[in-house]
C-alpha cells in the first residue's frame, strides 16, 4: 500500500472520532505552545534588560562600597560607606588613572516625595552635572543639576517622567513648581526623557538633586553610595578595572586585594548576571513546560491503543488478505505523527499568538524564537514516532486468525 494512500486513510480515521482525536491533540498543544512562548517571552525580557542597561551610559563602570568580586580586585567583607567624595576626585586626577575619561560621584536612597495631596516613594540620586553624560540623560523639558547648583547647595531637582506622572498627573507640566523630599522644599528645574523600565530597573522612576545637597541637607551623610567611571574605549575596560581598583586600594591603605572594601563591576558584568539568571529562568519554566509534551505524548498512545483495540478485526482482515507486518506499523505511525505534527502546528501558534499579546498588554518588545520553533516540529515529529510505536508494534503483531475472531 502506497504511503499516500496510507496517509489519506489515517486522515479520514482520525476525523472520524474528532472529539477524542482533538482531546488526544491538547496535551501537544499546550505544550509546544508553552515551550515557544515561555522561551520568547524569555528571550524578550533579556533583550529588554539589555537595552536598559546599556542605556545606563557607554563603557560604564560603577565603584561599589561592598565586598563582590572585581575584575582584577577580589572584594572581602568590608564596610558599606567606605567611598568618599576624595576617593572620587582622587580617581578623577590621579596621574596612574590614564583610561577615565569621566568620573561621577552619586548618592542613592529611596525617599518620600511630596507635592500638594500627592505623594510617592521613588529613588533619589545625589549627583553632580557629569552625571548626565555618563548616565545618558537627556533632558524632555528644562534643565539638568548645575555644577553652580552643586556648588550653591541648592534645592533644585529634575524628575523622571513617571515622577511626574504620580506626583503631578500625565502630561503636566512641573517645571517650576515645588516639591518635598523628606521635609525640605525642592524647586523642579527639569523633566528627564523617558528611558523605560519597570521594577528596579525602573529608569523613570527617580529624581534627581545635586550632590552636595544631598549629602548635607537630606540624608546628612559624607560618604558615597557609589562612584561611577566612564571609560575612554570598550578596549580598556579591563585595564580602567585594575587602575582604579589599585588607586583605592592604596588610599584605603590596604595590602590585600582580597581584603577590597570596595567593588568595580562593568556593564558587561553587569549584562552577562542578568543574562544569566534569565537564561537559567526561561529553561527552568520551559523544561516544566516540555513535561506536558510527555503528558501530552502519552495520551496519544493511549488513544492509539484504543483505535487498535477498537480496529482489531479489521487489522486481521488486512493481514489475511496480504497485508505485510511493515504496512500496518506505517499505517499506525502515520496516524500518530499526524495528530502530533498537527497538535505541534497549532501549538506553534498559541505559542506566537501568546507572545505578541503579552507583548501588546506590557508593551514591550515582540520576539519570536526562530530555532524553537524548529525544535517544536523536530519534537513533534519525534513524539510521535516514540509514542506510537508501541500500539504500531502490537497492532502489527496481532495473528490475523485471533484478530478476525475478536468481538
Given at each position: 500500500m502506497k504511503n499516500v494512500k496510507l496517509i489519506t486513510e489515517a486522515i479520514g480515521t482520525l476525523t472520524i472520532n474528532k472529539l477524542r482525536t482533538g482531546l488526544a491533540m491538547l496535551g501537544i498543544v499546550i505544550g509546544i505552545g508553552s515551550v515557544i512562548a515561555l522561551v520568547s517571552l524569555g528571550q524578550a525580557s533579556q533583550e529588554a534588560i539589555q537595552s536598559q542597561i546599556q542605556s545606563l551610559g557607554a563603557n560604564l563602570l560603577t565603584v561599589n562600597p561592598g565586598s563582590q568580586r572585581t575584575g582584577a580586585v577580589r572584594g572581602a567583607a568590608g564596610s558599606e560607606t567606605t567611598l568618599t567624595?576624595?576617593?572620587?576626585?582622587?580617581?578623577?586626577?590621579?596621574?596612574?588613572?590614564?583610561?577615565?575619561?569621566?568620573?561621577?560621584?552619586?548618592?542613592?536612597?529611596?525617599?518620600?516625595?511630596?507635592?500638594?495631596?500627592?505623594?510617592?516613594?521613588?529613588?533619589?540620586?545625589?549627583?553632580?552635572?557629569?552625571?548626565?553624560?555618563?548616565?545618558?540623560?537627556?533632558?524632555?523639558?528644562?534643565?539638568?543639576?548645575?555644577?553652580?547648583?552643586?556648588?550653591?547647595?541648592?534645592?533644585?531637582?529634575?524628575l523622571g517622567p513617571q515622577v511626574v506622572s504620580d506626583l503631578f498627573g500625565e502630561g503636566s507640566n512641573p517645571i517650576g513648581q515645588n516639591i518635598r523630599i523628606k521635609g525640605t522644599s525642592f524647586r523642579v528645574v527639569g523633566v528627564a526623557t523617558s528611558k523605560g523600565g519597570s521594577g528596579f530597573l525602573n529608569q523613570d522612576d527617580v529624581i534627581y538633586i545635586p550632590l552636595s545637597t544631598?549629602?548635607?541637607?537630606?540624608?546628612?551623610?559624607?560618604?558615597?553610595?557609589?562612584?561611577?567611571?566612564?571609560?575612554?574605549?570598550?578596549?580598556?575596560?579591563?585595564?580602567?578595572?585594575?587602575?582604579?581598583?589599585?588607586?583605592?586600594?592604596?588610599?584605603?591603605?590596604?595590602?590585600?586585594?582580597?581584603?577590597?572594601?570596595?567593588?568595580?563591576?562593568?556593564?558587561?558584568?553587569?549584562?552577562?548576571?542578568?543574562?544569566?539568571?534569565?537564561?537559567?529562568?526561561?529553561?527552568?519554566?520551559?523544561?516544566?513546560?516540555?513535561?506536558?509534551?510527555?503528558?501530552?505524548?502519552?495520551?496519544?498512545?493511549?488513544?492509539?491503543?484504543?483505535?487498535?483495540?477498537?480496529?482489531?478485526?479489521?487489522?486481521?482482515?488486512?493481514?489475511?488478505?496480504?497485508?505485510?507486518?511493515?504496512?500496518?506499523?506505517?499505517?499506525?505511525?502515520?496516524?500518530?505523527?499526524?495528530?502530533?505534527?498537527?497538535?505541534?502546528?497549532?501549538?506553534?501558534?498559541?505559542?506566537?499568538?501568546?507572545?505578541?499579546?503579552?507583548s501588546l498588554v506590557n508593551k514591550s518588545t515582540f520576539f519570536i524564537s526562530t530555532p524553537s520553533i524548529l525544535i517544536a516540529f523536530v519534537v513533534s515529529a519525534l513524539v510521535g514516532v516514540l509514542f506510537g510505536w508501541y500500539p504500531a508494534q502490537r497492532a502489527a503483531n496481532l495473528q490475523p486468525i485471533e484478530a478476525l475472531r475478536y468481538e
Amino acid at each position: 500500500m502506497k504511503n499516500v494512500k496510507l496517509i489519506t486513510e489515517a486522515i479520514g480515521t482520525l476525523t472520524i472520532n474528532k472529539l477524542r482525536t482533538g482531546l488526544a491533540m491538547l496535551g501537544i498543544v499546550i505544550g509546544i505552545g508553552s515551550v515557544i512562548a515561555l522561551v520568547s517571552l524569555g528571550q524578550a525580557s533579556q533583550e529588554a534588560i539589555q537595552s536598559q542597561i546599556q542605556s545606563l551610559g557607554a563603557n560604564l563602570l560603577t565603584v561599589n562600597p561592598g565586598s563582590q568580586r572585581t575584575g582584577a580586585v577580589r572584594g572581602a567583607a568590608g564596610s558599606e560607606t567606605t567611598l568618599t567624595n576624595a576617593d572620587a576626585e582622587a580617581i578623577k586626577t590621579d596621574s596612574a588613572i590614564t583610561t577615565v575619561s569621566a568620573v561621577s560621584s552619586e548618592i542613592n536612597q529611596r525617599a518620600q516625595v511630596v507635592a500638594g495631596k500627592n505623594n510617592t516613594n521613588v529613588r533619589v540620586n545625589g549627583v553632580t552635572s557629569i552625571y548626565a553624560s555618563v548616565h545618558k540623560v537627556t533632558m524632555d523639558s528644562g534643565v539638568f543639576i548645575t555644577d553652580q547648583d552643586d556648588a550653591g547647595i541648592a534645592k533644585v531637582v529634575v524628575l523622571g517622567p513617571q515622577v511626574v506622572s504620580d506626583l503631578f498627573g500625565e502630561g503636566s507640566n512641573p517645571i517650576g513648581q515645588n516639591i518635598r523630599i523628606k521635609g525640605t522644599s525642592f524647586r523642579v528645574v527639569g523633566v528627564a526623557t523617558s528611558k523605560g523600565g519597570s521594577g528596579f530597573l525602573n529608569q523613570d522612576d527617580v529624581i534627581y538633586i545635586p550632590l552636595s545637597t544631598a549629602q548635607k541637607q537630606v540624608f546628612g551623610q559624607t560618604y558615597l553610595s557609589n562612584i561611577s567611571l566612564e571609560a575612554k574605549s570598550a578596549d580598556v575596560m579591563t585595564e580602567a578595572q585594575n587602575q582604579v581598583g589599585y588607586l583605592l586600594l592604596a588610599r584605603h591603605k590596604l595590602s590585600d586585594p582580597t581584603q577590597a572594601d570596595f567593588s568595580i563591576l562593568s556593564q558587561q558584568d553587569i549584562l552577562n548576571t542578568a543574562n544569566s539568571t534569565t537564561s537559567t529562568f526561561t529553561t527552568l519554566l520551559s523544561g516544566i513546560a516540555a513535561i506536558s509534551l510527555v503528558v501530552g505524548g502519552i495520551g496519544i498512545m493511549n488513544i492509539m491503543l484504543v483505535t487498535v483495540t477498537e480496529r482489531t478485526r479489521e487489522i486481521g482482515l488486512r493481514k489475511a488478505l496480504g497485508a505485510k507486518k511493515n504496512v500496518i506499523v506505517r499505517q499506525f505511525l502515520i496516524e500518530s505523527i499526524i495528530l502530533t505534527f498537527t497538535g505541534g502546528s497549532m501549538g506553534i501558534v498559541l505559542g506566537i499568538l501568546v507572545s505578541y499579546l503579552y507583548s501588546l498588554v506590557n508593551k514591550s518588545t515582540f520576539f519570536i524564537s526562530t530555532p524553537s520553533i524548529l525544535i517544536a516540529f523536530v519534537v513533534s515529529a519525534l513524539v510521535g514516532v516514540l509514542f506510537g510505536w508501541y500500539p504500531a508494534q502490537r497492532a502489527a503483531n496481532l495473528q490475523p486468525i485471533e484478530a478476525l475472531r475478536y468481538e
